[in-house]
């Protein structure tokens, strides 16, 4: 099975700090993603990779950065925490656009705090 | 900007009925993929069923099934036979296949009443 791990269940930061969430993935998978859920907004797509050392920008990048150094590895990283990105966080992978069947495998998500 | 529309945010179901959760979303690619998942609470998502767009039979896996209508861009999900089991919040995504990434809906909470 695949398996999608998250450094963190509960992370609880001050306004200010610098933040790494950690995700990593045991299948080889090209493509990771990271998403922020809320209540009532679904998931956002906040940066997603291809490949190692590649980074697209997702819909709401704003406030934060990836670093994805190898493969099975992909880092959220948020600059200079703020009490808006208290939220749940979620990361993803999948195999390569063009690749059937597609479907993203989740992480058990990281519920962030930012006080 | 593809976006998807799940108008239901709570549905309830007593166990063993019927239920259909709708989703409709709005592009205009030919190619894509549609996709359930499933949240469990305090559970890792995981894929119910998926749908390919350029496929007309409706797709199904045991108790899940969907009702895909193209045309009208609407990809509604029934649990039959539901179990406690069941309750989540379920999504409804949309899959992109040029731009190789997803558009979820806001979720539909699905509560199973004993």
């Known amino acids: 099975d695949v398996k999608v791990t998250q450094s963190s269940r509960y992370l609880v930061k001050r306004t200010g700090e610098k933040v790494f969430l950690e995700c990593v993935q045991d299948m080889d998978h090209e493509n990771m993603f990271w998403y922020r859920q809320d209540p009532g907004l679904g998931l956002r797509l906040i940066y997603f990779s291809y490949d190692v050392k590649m980074k697209e920008k997702g819909d709401i990048p704003e406030g934060y950065s990836v670093s994805r150094e190898k493969k099975e590895r992909f880092s959220l990283i948020l600059e200079s925490a703020s009490t808006n990105q208290t939220s749940m966080y979620l990361c993803?992978?999948?195999?390569?656009?063009?690749?059937?069947?597609?479907?993203?495998?989740f992480g058990p998500g990281t519920r962030l705090t930012v006080t | 900007a593809q976006t998807v529309t799940q108008s239901q945010p709570e549905m309830s179901v007593q166990e063993a009925e019927t239920v259909t959760l709708s989703c409709t979303y709005d592009?205009?690619?030919?190619?894509?993929?549609l996709f359930w998942y499933k949240q469990p609470p305090s559970r890792q998502m995981i894929l119910v069923i998926r749908?390919?767009?350029?496929?007309?039979q409706n797709a199904t896996e045991n108790r899940f099934s969907v009702n895909f209508q193209k045309a009208a861009k609407s990809f509604s999900l029934k649990i039959s036979d539901s179990q406690l089991g069941d309750a989540a919040m379920y999504f409804c995504a949309y899959y992109n296949t040029n731009a190789g990434k997803s558009t979820f809906g806001d979720g539909t909470t699905l509560t199973v009443k004993p």
């Open positions: 592009t205009s690619e030919s190619d894509y993929y």
């Open positions: 749908q390919e767009a350029y496929k007309q």
């Open positions: 993803a992978s999948s195999i390569p656009a063009g690749t059937d069947p597609y479907e993203q495998y």
